[in-house]
């Protein structure tokens, strides 16, 4: 099973700012990876995928790069309504898919 | 629109059995592959189980083989979850998603709370 794991855990950044999240795989995954954002009291949903494909509807503040084993998220000017949760997910050897440990983005 | 909700959640004791649905909108259930995923309280996402378009290939998490069952009725543009010998540790929430790589759309959750 591929370990999926995400840091920091929590990371403070004030509005307006960049956010760099980070993912790292326990093998390579090529670059088969998603990225979802969750909300409190919400499913998550659907950011990235194939490790740099905004999903439809995502703005272009989302960003995501990498393969093999380290992938990056960035949101290049964090609005309000970014400040939520972020999970990466492999799905390049499954099953299992496997999801990292998540990021909280709080407001600095 | 392109919608999936899930129903079915609800309390039950240890060792008892639940069976989860999910109804499928806007889109041919039959064009996609499905799974389950869950998130227990407070905790991050563990993906539960896949189905693909026909049903005829199905794959579980360690955690849940045996005591789950994972089926679809396209004719319904439904998908189901039979759990059985539920534990303490199966409390979560419970999504249906699409996807056979990547997952979307995403419902809205249904609760599964297992105690005695």
């Known amino acids: 099973e591929i370990v999926m794991t995400q840091s920091p855990a929590t990371l403070s950044v004030s509005p307006g700012e960049r956010a760099t999240l980070s993912c790292k795989a326990s093998?390579?995954?090529?670059?088969?990876l998603a990225w979802y954002q969750q909300k409190p009291g919400q499913a998550p949903r659907l950011l990235i995928f194939?490790?740099?494909t905004r999903a439809t509807g995502i703005p272009a503040r989302f960003s995501g790069s990498g393969s093999g084993t380290e992938f990056t998220l960035t949101i290049s000017s964090l609005q309000s309504e970014d400040f939520a949760l972020y999970y990466c997910?492999?799905?390049?050897?499954?099953?299992?898919?496997?999801f990292g440990g998540g990021t909280k983005v709080e407001i600095k | 629109e392109v919608q999936v909700v899930e129903s079915g959640g609800g309390l039950v004791q240890p060792g008892g059995s639940l069976r989860l649905s999910c109804a499928a909108s806007?889109?041919?259930?039959?064009?996609?592959?499905m799974n389950w995923v869950r998130q227990a309280p407070g905790k991050g996402l563990e993906w539960v189980s896949y189905?693909?378009?026909?049903?005829?290939?199905?794959y579980y998490a360690d955690s849940v083989k045996g005591r789950f069952t994972i089926s679809r009725d396209n004719a319904k543009k439904s998908l189901y979850l039979q759990m059985s010998s539920l534990r303490v540790e199966d409390t979560a929430v419970y999504y249906c998603?699409?996807?056979?790589?990547?997952?979307?759309?995403w419902g809205q959750g249904t609760l599964v709370t297992v105690s005695s």
């Open positions: 998603t699409g996807g056979g790589n990547w997952f979307d759309p």
């Open positions: 806007g889109f041919s259930l039959s064009d996609y592959e």
């Open positions: 189905s693909s378009t026909s049903g005829g290939t199905m």
């Open positions: 093998q390579s995954i090529s670059s088969n």
């Open positions: 194939g490790a740099s």
């Open positions: 997910q492999q799905y390049n050897n499954w099953p299992p898919v496997t």
